[in-house]
């Protein structure tokens, strides 16, 4: 079974610092990965998706992917109060298998 | 690009009624729509995925006959929610992949909180 672990937080920060948030997935052979925000009472919005390792950034967001270790993690850099919200990690198989597997979440709490 | 609009926002229905709710990709093209449903501080649940022009696939403990899908056109999925009940209010939630996407990214719609009363 396909299973996409991320810790539920809630992860509390400072405002200013670098929140790190990280996912664990189970199916080696996953090809795209794939960080939403949701906002609560809100659908998810799609953050950044990485599909190579390494690291791959977008403003304040840097994902980063380790395949051999089967991790992703996402770095937000000087967190604001409006990056509060949960992140959920998303992974799909690759191979014709359109569907993603998401993991639980993460809250971030970014404190003013 | 990649707006997912859903339609109605919020619906509040009597109990035995059905609704219909509409996900519709804005500015491409998706033989493929999800439709997930969360509950309050829950995760969110695949229920169905949706391709067009073929019948839905519909996650285990899902009752098709209970929540209808149609996927019409390569821009229109509809989930109709029948004879609905107070332990259907939820909040729905579609999402859409673009066909000429293979990393097989999803984009969401706004969502449709459903109670039914």
């Known amino acids: 079974q396909k299973e996409v672990e991320q810790n539920s937080g809630p992860l509390s920060v400072p405002e200013g610092a670098i929140a790190s948030l990280n996912c664990t997935y189970s199916?080696?052979?996953?090809?795209?990965f794939f960080w939403y925000r949701q906002y609560s009472g809100k659908s998810p919005e799609l953050i950044m998706f990485i599909y190579s390792n390494g690291d791959k950034e977008d403003g304040r967001f840097t994902a980063q992917l380790n395949k051999a270790s089967q991790y992703v993690s996402l770095l937000i850099r000087d967190s604001q109060p409006s990056d509060s919200a949960t992140y959920l990690c998303?992974?799909?198989?690759?191979?014709?298998?359109?569907?993603?597997?998401f993991g639980k979440g993460t809250m971030l709490l970014v404190s003013p | 690009g990649a707006v997912v609009s859903q339609h109605p926002s919020r619906v509040i229905c009597k109990s035995g009624t059905s609704v219909k709710i509409e996900c519709r990709s804005l500015?491409?093209?998706?033989?493929?729509m999800f439709w997930y449903r969360q509950f309050p501080k829950q995760s969110l649940m695949l229920m169905a995925t949706?391709?067009?022009?073929?019948?839905?696939?519909?996650e285990q403990g899902v009752e098709k006959d209970k929540f209808l899908i149609n996927h019409a056109s390569l821009t229109l999925s509809t989930l109709t929610v029948t004879s609905a009940h107070p332990e259907d209010s939820s909040f729905y939630i579609c999402s859409a992949r673009d066909l000429r996407d293979p990393m097989n990214t999803q984009y969401f719609g706004p969502g449709t909180r459903l109670t039914v009363l």
């Open positions: 500015d491409f093209q998706a033989t493929t």
């Open positions: 998303a992974v799909n198989m690759g191979g014709g298998y359109s569907t993603l597997t």
């Open positions: 199916d080696r052979g996953s090809q795209s």
């Open positions: 949706s391709n067009e022009g073929s019948k839905a696939t519909y």
